[in-house]
């Protein structure tokens, strides 16, 4: 297990700076919940980990290494396992071949599947053969999940998971997690609106606006009243 | 009848060759989304190299094959390399980029060939005919039909069975997220437009006993291998098979019926009328940039 530290990071979208200094450090183990309202920069900073945006200055490292200069699938091969918003499986491949996808960051060339996972999702199991593109989106959300944890990550970043999923997956989906967390000892940063079930989960809160760290802290320490000055509209 | 028969075998092989030129084009396309207007020249690298093996170290087309394979999509590797992956993010740019290359391509063959025509011996093996009642097939036809067919199968093995063509299309369906799971986008394009550049070179070694190796060979080939990626249905191998079969056998029917030229513009309005009809092809299959 790995811990990933972040200096005075900026990331840019063309010339403009959507992270502006933000600094954090993730120890080995530990689970990070980001939150801030829309468009402070969340799903940014995660991205920036994978190197998907335009640019990033600063300091990022991952263990010992630092990662600001390598490639994204150079720093997935590291290790990091990316659950974007909004899921993006690949619709036209089978359940199967979306999980296989995820061992391509494996450095140790193996192809298999991971049995916990069916033990996770059993559905994923039960749907292996079908189309990704043709499930619901709970089960399209544990697929990326699935996907994530066949690659063997070292830690796990999520963004925003249970966003528009069914009630009853949302409660799957988030056992999974702490399950992950605390059985399997992954690093986790998550972004999340759903404030209750981050305070829950996490160790502790990383708190954006406007493309910089507001306040940081442990998640028992994330009171009410803050909730209301930084997250309500 | 007999003629008829005769032209519409004769038409079945220039079909063929068609394929192997579209199904480069098509699958450059599809993967990357750039059109390769250079393509026409790979063709014609294809045909001058087997007829400097020819010439030079006395190898056959047939044991060329492999040869001119690698040569060519060497060539399609340096160009992806150093022009076209500059240029995803500019994909009209890419148009023009690879008229260049091709203009380049074509004048160098000029300076160092020379322009004057260039004959290839047809493999000895082959040099017979075989005849079925009045149906009087040549070998070397027969197998380049044959020959296209097994290239179709393999480019359908490579892009549907293999690891390779897993991880193409999962670049061309999302690129950013293949990359997130260690899949390395910029060499599954290098390796795609240099595969497209090999079937294209091999084309061109097929077709030099049958068309003569001039520099700007490729340039009709490469118009006639655009309509059957259009018609076909931009990215789909099954759709090009088809086209390919379409117009070779169009225009050796008009030619017959009519006249060479008047075919052509029966086959290009009859093409115009169906993309009218269906704008995306016979076989449209979801594309993305």
């Known amino acids: 297990m790995e811990n990933l530290k972040a200096r005075d990071l900026y990331s840019y979208y063309g010339t403009s700076p959507v992270l502006q200094g933000v600094s954090f450090d993730l120890q080995q183990g530990e689970f990070l919940a980001v939150l801030g309202r829309n468009g402070v920069g969340k799903t940014t900073l995660l991205k920036s980990i994978m190197g998907l945006t335009d640019r990033c200055d600063g300091g990022l490292a991952f263990g010992e290494r630092e990662i600001l200069g390598l490639s994204t699938p150079q720093r997935s091969r590291l290790g990091i396992g990316y659950i974007p918003q909004g899921r993006e499986i690949i619709p036209q491949f089978t359940v199967r071949e979306n999980i296989v996808m995820g061992t391509f960051a494996r450095t140790d060339g193996s192809r298999d599947i991971p049995d916990y996972l069916f033990d996770m999702f059993p559905i994923l199991k039960e749907f292996i053969s079908r189309r990704a593109g043709d499930l619901s989106?709970?089960?399209?959300?544990?697929?990326?999940?699935?996907?994530?944890?066949?690659?063997?990550?070292?830690?796990?970043?999520?963004?925003?998971?249970?966003?528009?999923?069914?009630?009853?997956?949302?409660?799957?989906?988030?056992?999974?997690?702490?399950?992950?967390?605390?059985?399997?000892?992954?690093?986790?940063?998550?972004?999340?609106?759903?404030?209750p079930f981050a305070r829950s989960a996490s160790d502790r809160f990383l708190l954006l606006d406007k493309g910089r760290v507001v306040l940081t802290g442990k998640s028992d320490e994330l009171t009410d009243d803050l909730v209301e000055k930084h997250l309500t509209f | 009848m007999d003629v008829i028969a005769n032209q519409l075998f004769a038409g079945l092989s220039m079909a063929s060759i068609l394929l192997m030129i579209a199904l480069g084009l098509a699958?450059?396309?599809?993967?990357?989304?750039?059109?390769?207007?250079?393509?026409?020249?790979?063709?014609?690298?294809?045909?001058?190299?087997?007829?400097?093996?020819?010439?030079?170290?006395?190898?056959?087309?047939?044991?060329?094959?492999?040869?001119?394979?690698?040569?060519?999509?060497?060539?399609?590797?340096?160009?992806?390399?150093?022009?076209?992956?500059?240029?995803?993010?500019?994909p009209?740019?890419?148009?023009?980029?690879?008229?260049?290359?091709?203009?380049?391509?074509?004048?160098?063959?000029?300076?160092?060939?020379?322009?004057?025509?260039?004959?290839?011996?047809?493999?000895?093996?082959?040099?017979?005919?075989?005849?079925?009642?009045?149906?009087?097939?040549?070998?070397?036809?027969?197998?380049?039909?044959?020959?296209?067919?097994?290239?179709?199968?393999?480019?359908?093995?490579?892009?549907?069975?293999?690891?390779?063509?897993?991880?193409?299309?999962?670049?061309?369906?999302?690129?950013?997220?293949?990359e997130c799971y260690g899949i390395e986008?910029?060499?599954?394009?290098?390796?795609?437009?240099?595969?497209?550049?090999?079937?294209?070179?091999?084309?061109?070694?097929?077709?030099?006993?049958?068309?003569?190796?001039?520099?700007?060979?490729?340039?009709?080939?490469?118009?006639?291998?655009?309509?059957?990626?259009?018609?076909?249905?931009?990215?789909?191998?099954?759709?090009?098979?088809?086209?390919s079969v379409l117009i070779g056998e169009a225009t050796a029917i008009f030619s017959i019926v009519i006249n060479d030229t008047l075919g052509r513009i029966a086959v290009l309005a009859g093409i115009i009328l169906l993309i009218r009809f269906r704008p995306r092809g016979l076989f449209p299959t979801e594309t993305r940039r």
């Open chain 1, 137 to 195: 989106g709970g089960q399209q959300q544990q697929l990326a999940i699935a996907r994530a944890l066949a690659m063997d990550p070292k830690i796990l970043i999520l963004d925003e998971p249970t966003e528009g999923i069914q009630p009853n997956i949302v409660k799957q989906i988030e056992d999974a997690i702490v399950w992950l967390n605390q059985e399997r000892g992954l690093g986790i940063i998550l972004v999340e609106q759903n404030v």
């Open chain 2, 27 to 90: 699958i450059i396309y599809g993967a990357m989304g750039v059109i390769n207007l250079a393509h026409g020249e790979f063709v014609m690298l294809g045909a001058y190299a087997t007829w400097a093996l020819q010439t030079y170290a006395g190898i056959g087309i047939l044991p060329a094959l492999p040869l001119v394979f690698i040569s060519v999509a060497a060539v399609g590797w340096i160009v992806e390399k150093v022009v076209v992956q500059n240029l995803y993010h500019r």
């Open chain 2, 92 to 178: 009209l740019d890419t148009i023009l980029a690879t008229w260049g290359i091709g203009i380049i391509l074509q004048q160098a063959v000029r300076l160092g060939v020379g322009a004057e025509s260039r004959f290839v011996k047809g493999p000895a093996l082959l040099s017979g005919n075989t005849e079925i009642g009045p149906l009087i097939m040549s070998n070397y036809r027969l197998f380049v039909i044959v020959f296209s067919m097994a290239v179709l199968a393999a480019t359908w093995v490579l892009m549907t069975r293999t690891e390779f063509g897993m991880k193409l299309r999962a670049v061309i369906q999302n690129r950013a997220i293949s």
């Open chain 2, 185 to 243: 986008a910029k060499r599954v394009y290098s390796i795609t437009f240099a595969y497209g550049a090999g079937l294209a070179g091999i084309a061109g070694a097929l077709i030099t006993p049958l068309f003569s190796t001039i520099p700007t060979m490729g340039t009709g080939l490469v118009v006639d291998a655009f309509l059957v990626v259009i018609v076909g249905g931009l990215g789909s191998l099954i759709g090009s098979a088809a086209a």
